[in-house]
């Protein structure tokens, strides 16, 4: 994870809640799309790919590539297409677990 | 169970337009759309984006604001977050929705899913920080998030918008790498005719080129040999212009090189497709009104062939008049009356399309990539891969995939369909539409047994009762 962001938030600040990445806390804005929101807090990559490792993140924001996803009580889910609520729990996908969502 | 007259699928112009126009006509609607907001790509999120910001995202973006507000009609229920990952029988849909699966029973079923960004398969857009131009676009459209140090590069009218939108946001992009040639250019003047017809358009675009160039945005066009490079992530990107070599450092790279239809809901209940030389992808086949080979089934907007917002929300609206013909809402001549204006726009819409394909074409270097370069992103198969199965005897897709699992990862061939149809296509001389396309299967999306288990307690409670 790099601690220095390439996404900026350009509007206007909305409230924070916490949710967990891995080991780490993060404060990420209410009701927002959380991949966008793990972007701005550098959070990067998203997963690795099941065959070689390769690292990937978000790429269609739409649904559509599966390079967003995160694992969320167990199940693989994509990234773009959540919003943040307070208390998530969220973890890298399993290699294993990664392709076949 | 939900039932009505007519399920939509798809809030954008084409399904929000049908939507108001069918329950105006006295049918009951049910919208789906796995957004958590009324908008489809071009608008998305407008509702609450408008307000905050409306100025960076322009008037074309506000203008979406009309649909949504006429959503609210006794006759339309929208599902928001209705993820749709199956058609059954050509008149039931399967979606899920806060995590539970969901049944609803249409007469008639419109699909009106969009489109896709053109995959445009270059060494290295695989890499963390590599995005379509339409993804940070809806990143800062829904979230109000800019990319900083960002590079577009392909061709077309929305890396303009993209990048206007940039500039507007206080972010501007570092430079725009095109695709496209003066030769391009000279042939698309054949066409200017209809784009004179569209000139709003062609104002439009002109408008953007001044923007960006007041900015003092670069401008790089025609260039070739695109790459992008970065170890982790992206760190840059490397291109030739006229023979020389350029390289731009960089934290972000925008591909975008035109839309196509996205086909994946009408291939899963075997509508047939047609490959569309001018487009360069498939399209589902249907008549004026938008009605395919299974009888209630409809399509409408970008799904249908590309065509851009206005003239989604036209077809949408056409396709609904068919549909309240249909079921008896109105006469055939009522519905022609109806029809009259609206077709008349969408000539003028369809005229200035012609012009804006033939001087923005698809990214040649990315129709024919390097055998070294990943077509199927999920599976990591090279366009080498590809080339060797057809070698082998492959003369479609499907045994492509059979080879070497292109098109088997959870994006069902989404971002490697048209590329391993192209690469087949060239390598074995043989047409896109006889090399045809992947079989489409459901589910559309990935669906949880526990969200099935859902439906099951649900319908059960429901015959019980
Ligand atoms: C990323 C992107 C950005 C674009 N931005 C612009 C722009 O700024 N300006 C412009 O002129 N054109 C833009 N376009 C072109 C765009 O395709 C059209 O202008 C317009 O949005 C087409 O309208 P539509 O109603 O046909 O489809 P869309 O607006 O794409 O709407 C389709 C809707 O269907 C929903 N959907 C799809 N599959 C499912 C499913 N399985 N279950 C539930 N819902 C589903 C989607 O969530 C979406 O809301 C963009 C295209 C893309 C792909
Ligand atoms: S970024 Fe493509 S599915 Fe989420």
């Given at each position: ?101 | ?190 066409h200017l005719g209809g784009a004179l017809r569209g000139w709003p358009y062609l104002l439009k675009g002109l408008r953007m080129l001044w923007e960006l160039r007041r900015a003092g945005i ?248």
């Open positions: 994870m790099k601690p220095d962001s390439t996404f900026r938030e350009i509007g206007p600040q909305t409230d924070r809640v916490t949710v967990r990445f891995g080991s780490s806390e993060l404060s990420l804005p209410r009701g927002e799309n959380l991949a966008g929101a793990l972007l701005v807090v550098g959070v990067m990559p998203f997963r690795h790919t099941p065959l070689s490792g390769a690292p990937r993140g978000p790429f269609c924001m739409m649904g559509a590539c599966y390079d967003c996803l995160v694992e969320i009580d167990g199940i693989n889910r994509q990234a773009c297409m959540l919003q943040v609520t307070e208390g998530l729990q969220i973890e890298r996908p399993s290699i294993k677990g990664a392709g076949n969502a | 169970m939900h039932s009505a007259d007519l399920i939509v699928i798809g809030a954008g112009p084409a399904g929000m337009s049908a939507a108001r126009r069918a329950a105006g006509s006295g049918l009951s609607v049910l919208l789906l759309d796995e957004q958590p907001a009324p908008g489809g790509q071009i608008y998305r999120d407008v509702d609450r984006a408008s307000k905050t910001r409306g100025a960076i995202l322009g008037s074309d973006f506000i203008d979406g604001l009309a649909l949504t507000r006429r959503l609210a009609h006794d006759n339309i229920t929208h599902l928001r977050g209705a993820v749709v990952w199956q058609i059954e029988e050509a008149t039931r849909v399967n979606f899920t929705r806060n995590g539970k699966a969901e049944l609803a029973e249409g007469r008639r079923i419109l699909l009106a899913t969009g489109a896709l960004e053109r995959p445009m398969p270059v060494p290295g857009w695989t890499l963390p920080g590599v995005m379509t131009a339409g993804a940070a676009q809806i990143l800062l459209k829904q979230s109000g998030i800019a990319c900083e140090r960002a590079v577009l590069v392909g061709s077309g009218p929305l890396l303009y918008l993209v990048a206007t939108q940039m500039v507007r946001a206080g972010v501007p992009p570092l430079a725009l790498v095109e695709t496209q040639t003066k030769a391009d250019l000279a042939r698309s003047l054949r670069v401008r790089h066009v025609g260039a070739t040999d695109i790459a992008v490079e970065g170890d982790r992530s992206a760190s840059g990107v490397t291109f030739r212009v006229g023979g020389i070599e350029h390289r731009i450092a960089c934290d972000t790279v925008l591909l975008h090189h035109g839309v196509v239809p996205n086909t994946q809901a009408a291939r899963s209940i075997d509508i047939p497709h047609r490959w569309d030389d001018a487009q360069g992808c498939f399209a589902p086949e249907c008549d004026e009104w938008g009605r395919t080979a299974v009888s209630s089934v409809f399509i409408a907007g970008d799904g249908a062939g590309i065509g851009g917002a206005r003239a989604a929300a036209l077809a949408g609206e056409l396709v609904a008049l068919e549909i309240a013909r249909d079921l008896g809402g109105m006469t055939e001549r009522e519905r022609d009356a109806e029809a009259r204006p609206l077709r008349s726009g969408l000539g003028a819409e369809r005229a200035a399309r012609s012009f804006i394909d033939s001087a923005y074409p698809p990214y040649a270097g990315a129709l024919a990539p390097a055998d070294d370069t990943i077509v199927c992103r999920c599976e990591e198969v090279t366009a080498g891969e590809i080339r060797r199965t057809a070698g082998l005897g492959c003369l479609g897709p499907n045994q492509a995939k059979a080879f070497v699992r292109a098109g088997m990862g959870p994006c069902q061939g989404r971002y490697c369909g048209l590329s391993v149809t192209r690469i087949l296509s060239d390598t074995n001389g043989i047409p896109p539409d006889e090399t045809g396309y992947y079989r489409i299967r459901p589910p559309l999306k990935p669906v949880t047994l526990g969200e099935i288990a859902a439906l099951a307690e649900h319908e059960t409670a429901e015959v019980g009762k």
